[in-house]
């Protein structure tokens, strides 16, 4: 069914394309593909990148993100598809998540070095592996799901980030002022009967499911980057709460879009991934200049 929906999309696309209303890119199926899947994570990482900062959990969605590439090799070894092992991927980093973030209540360790330890054993765990999976597969399948590819981006993998994004959103709209509160001033929060920890548990969930659901686009590397540069760039000019999310899902939306775009427009040999956080890279030098410029009449959103 979806996949009729998904047909009928890339169908108009093409029609508009035809008719010089469009790009001629998108007379293309892998195209029209990635821009649909830029069109629903880029709000979403935008967002959702918006309490990565205020948590300053940057270097977390990070060792999620590289926790990524473990569980692929995990999958290939277990028959799992190369191309699209959800399964498996979903499964290890979301176990990732949860034990580093147990661990992180049990113990007196900062957050940077317990983050430290649990990626070096992931990424110890992945190099491993690795060695046997080059033997199964062509090491270029592991190329874009570290650095993402539109070339990739199929059906199944739109129907993950659709599932996911609306999963997330159910998710995170209702609670995201309770887990403002609760990063801001936990006591208060925890006063108030909102319960903390659970709330840094279901924001562990969301980040793992978004980072995996992204890997073919963006690339299982560069999704931290994504969820961080935008968010990182809309508080250098934003006065309130309100214009640090609408400014972060702009840029985030704006850079998948052009980061898709333009390597296919102008022929630029490089990965959709590493285009998207260039741009998004760009929006953050213009920000700060920008603040740099007026800084004195500019205070952060928070």
């Known amino acids: 069914m979806m996949s009729d929906l998904y047909d009928a999309i890339r169908a108009q696309l093409q029609i508009l394309a035809f008719k010089d209303l469009l790009p001629q890119a998108f007379v293309y199926d892998f195209f029209a593909n ?13 967002w959702l990148g918006t309490m990565v900062v205020v948590k ?23 028959g799992e598809s190369y191309t699209s092992p959800y399964v498996s991927m979903f499964a290890f980093c979301l176990l990732f998540g949860l034990v580093l973030k147990y661990t ?63 999963l997330v959103l159910a998710t995170g709209l209702p609670l995201y002022n309770r887990m403002l509160l609760a990063t801001l001033n936990p006591s208060l929060a925890a006063a108030r009967g909102v319960p903390v920890r659970l709330l840094d548990y279901v924001f562990v969930v969301m980040i793992t499911f978004v980072t995996v659901a992204c890997v073919k686009v963006i690339g299982a590397i560069l999704v931290e980057a994504l969820l961080l540069i935008p968010a990182a760039a809309a508080r250098n000019i934003s006065r309130s709460l309100g214009q640090f999310v609408l400014g972060s899902v702009l840029i985030s ?24 956080i260039l741009v998004a890279a760009c929006f953050f030098v213009a920000t700060t200049a920008i603040r740099g410029l007026g800084g004195r009449y500019m205070e952060p959103a928070l």
Request: glycine share 10%; proline share 3%; aromatic share 6%.
């Open 34 to 46: 990635a821009i649909l899947a830029s069109l629903l994570i880029g709000p979403v990482l935008g």
């Open 56 to 78: 300053r959990m940057a270097f977390f969605s990070q060792a999620v993100g590289n926790a990524a590439l473990t569980g692929v090799a995990i999958g290939v070894l277990l």
């Open 104 to 166: 992180q209540f049990r113990t007196s360790l900062s957050n940077d070095v317990l983050i430290g330890v649990f990626l070096s054993i992931s990424l110890a765990l992945g190099a491993s592996l690795l060695l046997f999976v080059s033997a199964m597969i062509n090491t270029h399948v592991l190329e874009a799901i570290l650095f993402g590819s539109i070339l990739t981006v199929g059906d199944t993998d739109l129907n993950v980030v659709l599932v996911v994004c609306v």
């Open 253 to 276: 939306s704006a850079s998948c879009l052009l980061g898709v775009y333009l390597p296919m427009a102008f022929q630029i040999p490089v990965p959709s991934g590493g285009a998207i």
